[in-house]
């Protein structure tokens, strides 16, 4: 009866050790699923972090690209302002040649 029982026991041990070992091993595997899902989550982060970069660098190239548009416009206006100012010399002068030429008439007749 004594032997009975001692190798009932031992099996009862085995049982619950291999029970033991078997809730480790699936704590194990919980485990890297968890590490598995953190890595995913960062590799997301790198990628949100990746796009928002490559958005700055956009956003950064079209304010440079309506900055080159707005210094166009001016050097456009200035050069409008230039060719006024030749228009207004030119009239100017043309009024001084016509003002000599009628005196020139005038001191003729």
Known sequence: MRRFNKSKERENG????GGEREREREE??????REREREREREREREREERRERERVRERERERERERERE???EREREREREREGERERG??????????????????
């Open 14 to 17: 085995k049982k619950a050790r």
């Open 28 to 33: 194990r595997e919980r485990e890297r699923e």
């Open 72 to 74: 166009r416009e001016r």
């Open 92 to 109: 100017s002068l043309r009024e001084k040649e016509n003002e000599r030429d009628r005196r020139q008439r005038e001191r003729e007749r």
